[in-house]
């Protein structure tokens, strides 16, 4: 019987998972998570108000229940502590690694290291209650904010910022985060990007969604729409960027209304340097830019300084390194072929990629499906010179002997129990719980693996 280990158990984890399941029924899979709740991004990175999109966790689970896949959250693959590559190789006849893309990418200007500058990033992870995060106190004193990037990272952050807390209370939202969000003096968010309205990643339902906010009003600057050719005529444009032009010329129509807060959508500014004010940020200095003719920008050399003291960046992820396994650091992404990891160029036995870290952070959620079925498809063609090498039958003891102690799919469920008792007692849905000693001692409440 092939065994497999899938490292990581997000989309493109859990779509491997599945392809594997589907493809070979004499398969076994091992999903690995150093955390113990599974889902990656869809737990972890999807905003708590976006519940459509939070219940892709469904069809998630079901590939996880499946009697040849088990979950063995709390194990750490590399580094520190962690189980080392070459180690995790003898135990599995192959190992598929879907670990996503965990670092941010910098703006690279000075004063980016202040106090109150954040990737953004960091501020979904406080809210999503991930047990890495720390309660930075991001909004605390902050009056103005601003997000660069207008992409739909973008404009999760600018809404959550905004939301008042009788639209979170519903939420799973962490009661930490929910508290410090309702007593936030935010009353302006400004979303910028460097280049024109026709050229922004964010969709147009999420875009409109600001529209819609109670108390908040949406503002864009005519002027700015009218250094983007594609605005005066949308009608050649995709039909994605078509509709966010409509959308921004409808705001920019509407002109500037009384409200509580405010969302200013700008264009054709790039930032070069962040502002202190008392030992944090206080402004962001941006440099206006203009169409350059070729599909990019130039500077124009005028400034504009915009007040703030949070400023959070959303400008693309980046995957980093996994000890043992080779990196091109050019790209951000495990070199391979068809998902067949290459080491010095040569494709590697048994070892595998899939997600982020095989093609970059590029695509939606279902975007994974054919990514992990290429690589599902790779391995089962070798499959019959991979088995011949002798693995344990179970590597579950020899995790044991590392030193880990995998939380079961039992312990997950566990944790899922507490969160919705919590919620409960909160007078609430389902809060999760937003701490490794917590979530690690509810899953330790559970069956053992």
Known sequence: ML????????????????????????VRVDVLDRLPCPYGLVRYGVAPDHEKIKSLQGSLRTVLEHERVRFLGGVRVGGPGGLPVERLRELYHAVVYCVGAAADRRLGIPGE???????ATEFVSWYSAHPDAADAGFVR??????VIGVGNVAVDVTRMLVRGPGELRPTDMPQGALDALAASGITE????????PSQARFTTKELRELGDL???????EQSELDLDPACADPSAL?????????????WAAAGSRPAARRIRLRFFLRPVELLADGGRVGAVRFERTVPDGRGGVAGTGRFEDVAAQLVLRSVGYRGVPLEGLPFDPASGTVP???GRVLRDGVESPGEYVAGWIKRGPTGVIGTNRPCAKQTAAALLAEA???VGREVPEDALPALRAAGLEPVPWAGWLAIERAEAELGARLGRGVVKLADWEALMKVARSAAPA
Do not use: I
């Open 3 to 26: 065994r497999v280990a899938v490292v990581g158990s997000g989309p493109s984890g859990c779509y491997t998972a599945q392809s594997l399941v589907q493809l070979d029924p004499g």
């Open 113 to 119: 290291e202040l106090p109150g500058s954040w990737s």
């Open 141 to 146: 004193g902050v009056r103005s904010a601003v």
């Open 189 to 196: 968010v400004h979303m910028t990007g460097r280049r024109g």
């Open 214 to 220: 109670p108390g908040t009003r949406v503002t864009v």
């Open 238 to 250: 995709p039909a994605v960027q078509r509709r966010n032009v409509e959308a921004l010329r409808g």
């Open 336 to 338: 391979h072929r068809d």
């Open 384 to 386: 019959p010179a991979l």
